[in-house]
Nanobody, 121 residues
Framework: QVQVMESGGGLVQAGGSLRLSCAASGSIFRIVVMGWHRQAPGKERELVAS???????NYADSVKGRFTISRDNAKNAAYLQMNNLKPEDTAVYYC???????????????WGQGTQVTVSS
């Protein structure tokens, strides 16, 4: 069993900053990718940022230059530093990981429950 849990959401004014944290726990052999998606009311879930074990980053165009993803492999953790937040960043943010639970087989995708980020204008 693998669990993924986010923390760090909240209410912030436009122009402010928040740092989201994500921790994976359980029967983890190796984490290939950790990242964040978000879903705003009435909109589809979208990729925000991801970081693979090889150090390759991927950011949504809307957050480039404002958000930074990082990982702590020793802690099976990922972080999303969000600066210069805008009202359109308001959404539920979900952490996910592509995780191997054994040396053999394939990775599976695991998701957290989500954390609310609200940016007021």
């Amino acid at each position: 069993q693998v669990q993924v849990m986010e923390s760090g959401g909240g209410l912030v004014q436009a122009g402010g900053s928040l740092r989201l944290s994500c921790a994976a726990s359980g029967s983890i052999f190796r984490i290939v990718v950790m990242g964040w998606h978000r879903q705003a009311p009435g909109k589809e879930r979208e990729l925000v940022a991801s970081l693979n074990s090889g150090g390759a980053y991927n950011y949504a165009d809307s957050v480039k230059g404002r958000f930074t993803i990082s990982r702590d492999n020793a802690k099976n953790a990922a972080y999303l530093q969000m600066n210069n937040l805008k009202p359109e960043d308001t959404a539920v943010y979900y952490c996910y990981g592509y995780i191997y639970t054994s040396p053999r087989g394939e990775w599976n995708e695991y998701w957290g429950q989500g954390t609310q980020v609200t940016v007021s204008s």
